[in-house]
């Protein structure tokens, strides 16, 4: 007997519409590895559709007063609130995440992030004005920068958009978002809340591949591209957008180191750590994913890792003891047991190293020590629940280790040194550096990488401005 898929589609110009070639595409839930629904397959002309609604909508959202682009998100935000449990149903049909987990760990900070960006609507200023020749007064604007073209990931696909579209609405630029093709269903249900709130084709929403999202980086309309994916999309994003000069806002991937000093609270340490590699199924850019810990400690650590490792579980989203859920897709589950499968002869699994069960794309939380700094594991991202651990002699020797990937995006050190916790946190070349924590985030501070995690921040008031563009007025004193 065959259930009936649902049917999910665009949302452009203020309706909800199918792919314009009536193509589509079965969406996945990973925690059973049955279809659900069906997607819109864009094409390019539901791509220049849903630029030219943003495009119209742009000069009247732009001359909003900020207190009215204010008052709209604030409404976005209540809007979530009261529809929360349907969110969490749509993103946990999108990625099989733990449903309470959903609830506490998502929904209240993507509400307050569209809130800190409500505010953020009326900071949207220049520097004072000035005489800097004479007889001639300058001032600075801030102003939007235009259509925003918008792709999301799979891994947090309801609070990435949140970071994509609050950003780009509040300072007044209009939005074309493109969730994952293998996570629509919530990007949709936003699409339905915040088009009840906001004007026609100021926020749009494209269902589709990552040819619908070559199609909206490529389109002439866009003034900005922002993505949040693999250095791969990024390098490819930043290729099509450098023909026509748009701007470019990219966040790649990760490959955080976590420094552990011998002076550390092991016990503290290892469940911090072992939450913050393990929470998403390491399905995180700023996963604490490669530990290294001074040789001293090394073996005491890695057997308290293993351990929480073994008793860290992952299984159904209705199940209330599991901390993390499936791999998102059958493509992530194969890379995660190929890295396993590749290890070197030197690296032994501590923990794990296996798929769980046969429905789903489950994966055991596995633990993997005697590695080297060359080895593929250590300098690629698994995104998966995979922590590797090396041992290091100093803090020389921790820190090259810790910068010698070509990722960039976040960190920690673990040790009770002040002193040297200061020194690390100059030293590391990362985004972020977290001090005896991992993985903390909130709406006023930046998060965004270096080298190949690419460039722009997300959150604070530096997010905020990579979604405006400056003007320089001059004016005459004697006209």
């Known amino acids: 007997m065959s259930t009936e898929l649902r049917r999910l589609r665009n949302y452009i110009d203020g309706e909800f519409r199918d792919a314009a070639d009536g193509r589509t595409t079965e969406v996945v839930n990973p925690a059973t590895g049955e279809a659900y629904a069906t997607a819109p397959l864009s094409g390019a002309a539901d791509v220049d559709a849903a630029m030219t609604a943003a495009a119209a909508a742009f000069p009247a959202w732009r001359d909003e007063t900020p207190a009215k682009r204010q008052k709209y998100l604030l ?171 748009k701007r470019v806002h990219l966040e790649l991937g990760g490959k955080a180191p976590v420094v552990v000093f011998e002076d550390t609270d092991i016990a503290k340490a290892v469940e911090d750590i072992s939450v913050a590699g393990f929470f998403n199924a390491g399905q995180d850019c700023t996963a604490a994913t490669r530990v290294l810990v001074q040789e001293s400690i090394h073996d005491e650590f890695v057997a308290a890792l293993a351990k929480a490792a073994a008793e860290t579980k992952t299984g159904q989203p209705d199940d209330e003891d599991v901390l993390y859920g499936p791999l998102n897709n059958p493509n992530q589950l194969k890379q995660v047991t190929g890295f396993i499968e590749r290890l070197p002869a030197h690296a032994k699994v501590e923990s794990g190293g296996h798929r769980v069960g046969e429905k789903g794309y489950f994966y055991a939380p596995t633990v993997v020590s005697g590695l080297k700094q060359d080895d593929e594991i250590i300098q690629n991202e698994v995104f998966g629940p995979v922590i590797t651990v090396q041992s290091f002699t100093d803090e020389t020797q921790a820190i090259e280790w810790a910068n010698g990937v070509d990722y960039a995006l976040a960190s920690s050190v673990w040790t009770k040194d002040h002193a040297r916790a200061m020194r690390l946190s100059k030293s ?12 903390p985030l909130v709406a006023e501070m930046p998060h965004g990488g270096f080298k190949k995690s690419g460039y722009g921040k997300d959150l604070s008031g530096y997010g905020f401005e990579d979604y405006t563009r400056i003007k320089h007025v001059m004016t005459s004193l004697d006209a």
């Not at 929904?107 to 949207?124: C, K, S, T, Y």
């Not at 590391?428 to 993985?439: A, E, R, S, Y």
Request: hydrophobic content about 45%; overall charge negative; proline content about 6%.
């Open 75 to 245: 409404d976005i935000a209540a809007a979530f609130e009261e529809r929360a449990e349907e969110l969490i149903a749509a993103e946990v049909e999108n990625t099989g995440k733990p449903i309470g987990l959903t609830r506490s760990e998502e929904i209240p900070p993507m509400v307050d992030q569209i809130r800190f960006f409500a505010g953020a609507a009326r900071m949207l200023e220049g520097r004072s004005a000035g005489e800097y020749m004479e007889g001639l007064t300058s001032i600075v604007r801030r102003e939007p920068i235009g259509v925003c073209a918008q792709v999301a990931p799979w891994n947090y696909p309801m609070m990435m958009a949140v970071w994509k579209f609050a950003p780009a609405l509040a300072a007044g630029n209009t939005v074309v978002l493109k969730p994952s093709d293998t996570t629509p269903a919530s990007t949709v249900l936003i699409a339905e809340i915040i088009g009840s709130i906001v004007p026609k084709g100021v926020f749009n929403v494209v269902c589709g591949d990552r040819d619908t999202g070559r199609a909206m980086v490529e389109h002439h309309i866009p003034a900005m591209a922002s993505i949040t994916g693999s250095v791969r999309a990024g390098m490819s994003v930043a290729e099509s957008a450098s023909k026509d000069l």
């Open 428 to 439: 590391l070349d990362f985004g972020c550096v977290w001090i005896n924590t991992h993985i």
